[in-house]
């Protein structure tokens, strides 16, 4: 069963994983896994920012966050929204990148 895109609580380990929706299951993303870990580190990476839905290339794939946090990478040759869900960041980053936006 693949991992429900709704809840954090339904992914496993919240990171390093892709599912593309058409097949229903999930594979190893090392560039995920490594994208999540460096935005998680708060303390060595204070300056690192994310904004939803802007993408941005890395290994020459397009990845891209969701408000909440949710990290995926753009299907090939599409322009839309969606592709394979790759994990996402702590709730505990997550506020910490809204509360810098806020403070301008």
């Not at 496993?12 to 580190?41: C, F, Q």
């Not at 408000?67 to 995926?72: D, E, K, Q, T």
């Not at 394979?84 to 997550?94: H, I, K, M, P, Q």
Request: include cysteine.
């Amino acid at each position: 069963m693949a991992p429900s895109h709704q809840s954090r609580s339904d992914a496993p380990g919240g990171v390093g994983y892709s599912d593309p929706k058409e097949l229903g299951g999930t594979m190893p993303d090392h560039t995920a896994e490594n994208i999540l870990a460096r935005l998680s580190d708060l303390e060595n990476n204070p300056h690192e920012t994310v904004s939803p839905y802007l993408e941005f290339n890395v290994e020459g794939e397009l990845y891209y966050f969701t408000p909440g946090g949710f990290l995926y990478r753009r299907a090939p040759g599409t322009d839309e929204e969606g592709g394979f869900f790759c994990g996402y960041l702590a709730d505990e980053v997550w506020r910490y990148e809204h509360a810098k936006k806020q403070k301008g």
